[in-house]
């Protein structure tokens, strides 16, 4: 029998957690990697005849004999060989951790997930990283993925390893007292993660690739932390946003606004899914942002119509999220939630008050929306061009156009 899909299935299933053992020990990300490859086509040869009856220890000890042997072969690696000579069971300790044991098999992945995201990373290289090294995937794919070439990306990558290597970030957990501002870190890369995924153009695999990592990290830092309601709460959230994503377009790939989605479509499991973790989160009695976010998601994702939508709730929600997590994008949020709760003067008086949103698109096409609501058409139509010419996505831009041609044939009436 062909070792290759026996191979596959260890690699796929073990990576992270191999990976991270290797990192632990070495210090090194690219020299992990590299011996965990050589590991690889090792077995490729070696195990023709007979599977080891523990692949994963087999893996980590020829890992660790390869770089062994790299590091004898550098002379600059010389004191890290002495240091690997005196703890020589360090990495096949890693292997009597059985299956059934997700603390101390978790842990490991843990450990590597705020690795990557260490804030002396850039943000753009914390997210590449945790793709790359915990989710698996390769450089090519988060190239296209974030629209960069594959070697402006490689590059990242590199830099981000030795960033890590040169500076002696450790792999490990942060201490308790260093946990919530660390964690805050962790939860804001893969939140970018899924949005990366959920406001693409149009629903290709690789966004939903994209859309079920992030919520599959989220779910392991949740399951390992089970203590912090803040990790449900971005779960629940991502959950509830990914539900929706097969109404958000319509065949020819436009925008499909909330209020004119095919509800039926909706991921009903994924919503009732998100709203036991929130309600777990919210039993904590510790609300924060991600957590009022998914109460405001799961409101919208629970209402059987635009109208029978809890407008007054979900603004009282959006001024709680005010309160913890100031910014001009909230402020937007809630003003559209006030205009549907009163009326479109009132959130059109408070989207006025908003400043530093000058280029960001929606807050012209939401101020463009009240407008039209209030017969004040031409205004309207100058705040759509200011949305479309801001507007990145070409969906977006395809429905700021529409809704600019259907107020020019409203003034030729």
Known sequence: MSPAPVLQQVYREHRARMLAALIRVLGDFELAEDALQDACALALRNWTGRVPDDPVAWLLTAARNSAIDRLRRNRLGQEKLAQLGGQPEAV????????????????????????????????????ALTLQAVAGLTAGQIARMFLVSEPTLAQRLVRAKRKIRDA???????????????????????????????????????????????????????????DEPEAFGLVALLLLHDSRSAARYDASGDVVLLDHQDRSRWDHAEIAEAVGLLDRALRLGRPGPYQLQ????????????????????????????????????VALN???????????????????????????????????????????????????RRAHELATNPADRRFLAGRLHDLDVQESR
């Open 168 to 226: 002696g970030i450790t792999l490990e957990v942060p201490a308790d007292r260093l946990l919530p501002e660390r964690l805050s870190g962790v939860l804001a890369v893969l939140y970018l993660i899924f949005t990366q995924g959920y406001t693409a153009a149009h629903d290709q695999p690789e966004h939903r690739t994209l859309r079920r990592e992030a919520i599959r990290l989220a779910k392991l830092v949740a399951t390992l932390m089970p």
């Open 92 to 127: 096949t300790t890693m292997t009597d951790i059985g299956e059934d044991s997700l603390l101390g098999m978790g842990d490991e992945r843990l450990s590597l997930i705020f690795t990557c995201c260490h804030p002396a990373l850039a943000e753009d290289a914390r997210v």
């Open 294 to 329: 998914a109460g405001i998601a799961a409101l919208h994702a629970q209402a059987a119509s635009v109208h029978d939508t809890d407008w007054p709730s979900i603004a009282a929600l959006y001024a709680q999220l005010l309160e913890v997590a100031p910014s001009p994008v």
């Open 334 to 384: 809630h003003a559209v939630a006030v205009a549907e709760a009163t009326t479109p003067d009132d959130g059109l008086a408070l989207i006025d008050r908003i400043t530093g949103l000058d280029r960001y698109h929606l807050l012209h096409a939401a101020r463009a929306d009240l407008l039209r609501r209030l017969g004040r058409v031409g205004e309207a139509a100058t705040a759509y």
